[in-house]
C-alpha cells in the first residue's frame, strides 16, 4: 500500500516543527461550502471544524479569530473585547497578503505575518477539533490544547 504524500504547506511545516501531535485529513473542496461541506465530508460535527477568520479594527490593524465552525462572529461583542470602535472582516486580497493563505485555506499555523490571534473559550473545551491545515481541502485534526500550547491564543466570549 502506497504511502500517501503528506502536503507540504507552510501550516504542516509548522505544526511538524513544534512537535505538533496531529493527522491531516483532505475532503473535496467546494468554493462557498465553508465548514458545513468539510463537516459532512468528513462525518464529523460542523461545531468541531473550527474556521480561522483575518480581521481588522478601524485602523486596519488586523488579527485573526478562530471560531466553531457552526456559529458566528458577533463584530460588536469582539469589538468591546477588544477595546476598539469597529471590527470588521478582512478582504480576501488583504487577508492573503497578511496570511500568505487564500480564502477557505487560512490556516492560523505558518502565517506570513504574526497576527494576534483570539479564540471563542468554548473551543478550548472540545475533546477535538478539525482545523484548516494551509490549503483548501485540507484539515488538521488535533487535541484544542495542542493549538494552544503552539499558538497561545487569548480566549474571547464572541460567539453568536
Known amino acids: 500500500m ?6 507540504s504547506t ?28 468539510s463537516a459532512q465530508k468528513l462525518g464529523v460535527d460542523e461545531h468541531c471544524v473550527i474556521k480561522t ?3 481588522e479594527d478601524e485602523n486596519a490593524t488586523p488579527f485573526m479569530i478562530l471560531m466553531h465552525g457552526d456559529r458566528e462572529v458577533s463584530t460588536k461583542a469582539l469589538a468591546r473585547t477588544l477595546g476598539v470602535k469597529t471590527v470588521k472582516p478582512c478582504t480576501p486580497e488583504t487577508a492573503h497578503r ?3 493563505y487564500f480564502v477557505g485555506g487560512t490556516s492560523p499555523f505558518g502565517a506570513k ?5 483570539y479564540m471563542e473559550k ?8 478539525l482545523i484548516n491545515a494551509g ?11 495542542e493549538l494552544v500550547r503552539i499558538l497561545k491564543p487569548s480566549e474571547v466570549s464572541v460567539a453568536i
Open 113 to 117: 505575518k504574526t497576527l494576534m490571534l
Open 122 to 129: 468554548t473551543i478550548s473545551a472540545l475533546p477535538e477539533i
Open 53 to 55: 477568520l483575518v480581521m
Open 135 to 145: 490549503s483548501r481541502g485540507l484539515l488538521a485534526r488535533m487535541s484544542p490544547s
Open 98 to 100: 497578511h496570511t500568505g
Open 2 to 7: 502506497a504511502k500517501e504524500k503528506i502536503p
Open 10 to 37: 507552510p501550516a504542516v511545516l509548522a505544526l511538524k516543527k513544534s512537535a505538533a501531535t496531529f493527522t491531516l485529513h483532505t475532503y473535496a473542496y467546494e468554493e462557498h461550502g465553508g465548514t458545513r461541506v
